[in-house]
């Protein structure tokens, strides 16, 4: 029982932590000493008393009530404490066998009540280690706890430390780092996109890193970073090598698209090419010279393809016996005519709509190899100048896209001469062949405006270096059709000259009616009326035409052998016939003007005045 108190009472291990308390009986919870008086019961408090008697305890020997007289019976005080010691005697004897009884008849209880304890006490024992094991562990986690938190407010100090360094370092660390991602992409990724956003962040970076380092903002980190940034920078510039070098192999396969090419691999990535000619000028170089190679190259070999293709369109032949003054005896059609369709050279009809049509395209080479149809020589003209033109066009835009601000104006249209001079030669060697041979004055006139509709595109466009080109086909078109405007003239001249020799009736070309019909007809001359289809077309194509082309000239020269003609055939009326020889000449001033009387423009204004003159003076109406 004192074994069992005591270890519950007993104080708690000391473990250094904030936890140390004794263990205390709870407040809910009865002593167990007052447990074991409610056990033992009365029969306990006797036993005690017993054993306090024979012990001579206090309470024995101190009676709680003293006898003031003691009636000794006569007898003497020793005599009288000697029967006293002995009825004392014989009370503790019949005492203490009644307690040997009664301890007898309760000893099986004691042993059980005693194993109990002994139980409890053990019960007691391994509460008391759970509970000191407990405090223990109680006292290492709080321990722990302490250490936790202040390493926490260690952490909490560092971190605010780090965020005010960060904050002071973190832009200047941010200015000359590049990121895994962006090493990964540059050294390893496709380029696309996201591959021109790490090269433009890594060029960020490297600039930076140049101008602080050339200013007085060096620093230890930037020489250390600056090696491994020029080593990503040589990487990346070896990957922009690689892939123009295939875009423009990529050029030269058969039946490619260049401007399909160009639009999605150059223009789209025109960003490596400036990072390019930033880092690495001198391969910049090579590339585009590279470039203008393959392009010049290309543009060649399509359009030598395209004119031969071109070549195989039939053309209607126009020479001297379609001019003017040949009329239908004089005509003699040559061999190679003999199989074109027939077709009226001086009348200009409905080949005025190749100046009319918006949005042309060229002419496929396909469809042209298998085009069997006889056509003007305006209409291969076109579709040549046309695709030429268009090219040029779009070749001159992506240049200035692709290679400006890198490339300065001049530079780019050195590039674009570069490339499309033997093209621009072969277009010229092609309108060349196409006129030099050829008295078409209406075709050659068409080809003059369709070549002043080009350079109007070109100022459009803004693409001032195909101005030489355009220039110089309008070298090569006016002196030939002031050549052919002359054959007509010559024409005429010789027919003026033939009314002299074969008479007037010859030369009105009307041989199948007699002499003297043919004197007294006064009906418009044969020539007159063709005079008169060619000068409309004529004054249809210049109705806006400057007054520094050389129409005018070539066309008054023309008018004035038509005149004398008249004039001579007038003459063959004889004086007699004076009314029908004015007759005859206000006929045909009336003609010309009711062939060329609905024409604008100054040329036509100037035309119709002169002959309404005319023909007034020879007294028409």
């Known amino acids: 029982m004192n074994l069992s108190t005591t270890s519950l009472n007993s104080p708690r ?9 004794q263990i205390s009986h709870p407040a809910d919870v009865t002593d167990p000493l007052e447990v074991l008086e409610e056990l033992l019961g009365k029969q306990s408090d006797k036993v005690v008393n017993g054993l306090g008697d024979q012990d001579g305890s206090t309470a024995a020997r101190n009676p709680p009530h003293l006898v003031e007289k003691i009636d000794f019976e006569g007898l003497s005080l020793h005599t009288f404490a000697d029967r006293a010691s002995r009825e004392e005697t014989q009370v503790s004897r019949s005492l203490s ?8 008849s309760g000893k099986e209880r004691f042993e059980n009540l005693h194993k109990s304890i002994l139980a409890c006490d053990n019960v007691l024992r391994s509460v008391q280690a759970s509970l000191t094991s407990f405090q223990q562990d109680l006292g290492e986690v709080s321990a722990e706890i302490e250490t936790l938190q202040s390493r926490s407010t260690a952490m909490n100090t560092k971190l605010e430390n780090r965020k005010v360094v960060e904050k002071l370092l973190g832009p200047a660390v941010e200015e000359i780092s590049v990121s895994p991602a962006v090493v990964t992409t540059i050294a390893e990724g496709q380029i696309d996109p996201s591959w021109v956003r790490a090269l433009d962040e890594l060029d960020k970076r490297s600039k930076t890193i140049d101008s602080r380092i050339k200013g007085s903002q060096k620093t230890s980190a930037m020489s250390d970073v600056k090696p491994l940034l020029d080593d990503l920078t040589n990487k990346a510039i070896e990957r922009i090598r690689d892939f123009f070098v295939s875009q423009i192999k990529a050029l030269r396969s058969p039946n490619i698209n260049a401007q399909i090419i160009q639009q999605q691999s150059f223009v789209r990535y025109k960003d490596l090419y400036s990072f390019l000619a930033r880092r690495h000028s ?7 010279q590279a470039y203008i190679n393959t392009m010049r190259w290309y543009y060649l070999s399509n359009f030598s393809r395209y004119r031969q293709a071109l070549e195989k369109i039939p053309i209607f032949i126009v020479d001297k016996n379609d001019a003017i003054g040949a009329g239908p005896n004089m005509q003699r059609a040559p061999a190679n005519k003999a199989s074109q369709p027939s077709h009226d050279a001086l009348a200009i009809g409905r080949r005025t709509d190749v100046l009319k049509r918006q949005n042309q395209t060229a002419l496929p080479s396909y469809i042209a190899e298998d085009n069997k149809q006889t056509h003007y020589l305006e209409i291969p003209f076109l579709h040549f100048n046309l695709a030429l033109i268009d090219n040029a066009t779009a070749e001159y835009s992506f240049l200035a896209n692709f290679f400006s601000p ?7 249209s050195r590039h674009f001469s570069a490339i499309f001079s033997p093209t621009f030669a072969l277009g010229h060697s092609f309108t060349k062949s196409l006129v030099e041979e050829s008295d078409d004055c209406l075709g050659i006139l068409l080809c003059v405006r369709l070549n002043q509709n080009f350079a109007f595109e070109l100022q459009r466009w803004k693409v001032p270096v195909a101005d030489g080109y355009v220039n110089g086909t309008n070298m090569l078109l006016w002196p030939r059709f002031q050549l052919a405007m002359d054959v007509h003239t010559e024409s005429v001249k010789r027919a003026t000259a033939s009314v002299s020799h074969r008479g007037a009736a010859s030369a009105l070309g009307l041989s199948n009616s007699s002499d003297a019909a043919a004197k007294q007809s006064t ?5 007159t009326q063709r005079f008169g289809q060619f000068l409309q077309g004529i004054l249809t194509l210049s109705q806006d035409a400057g007054d520094d082309e050389p129409v005018g000239n070539s066309l008054n020269r023309l008018r004035s ?5 008249l004039l001579r055939v007038g003459k063959g009326f004889g004086s007699a016939g004076e009314r029908k020889r004015d007759r005859f000449l206000a006929n045909n001033y009336s003609l010309i003007l009711t062939i060329v009387g609905d024409l604008r423009g100054k040329l036509a204004a100037e035309v119709r005045e002169h002959f309404e003159g005319l023909r007034d003076s020879v007294g028409g109406s």
């Open 561 to 565: 052998e038509v005149e004398a003609f």
């Open 97 to 104: 066998a009644q307690t040997v009884e009664e301890f007898e």
């Open 523 to 527: 009906a418009p001359h044969l020539l």
């Open 282 to 288: 001198l391969l910049a170089e090579e590339i585009g």
């Open 13 to 21: 291990l000391p473990n250094g932590s904030s936890l140390r308390q």
């Open 406 to 412: 890198a490339t300065s104006f001049q530079t780019i």
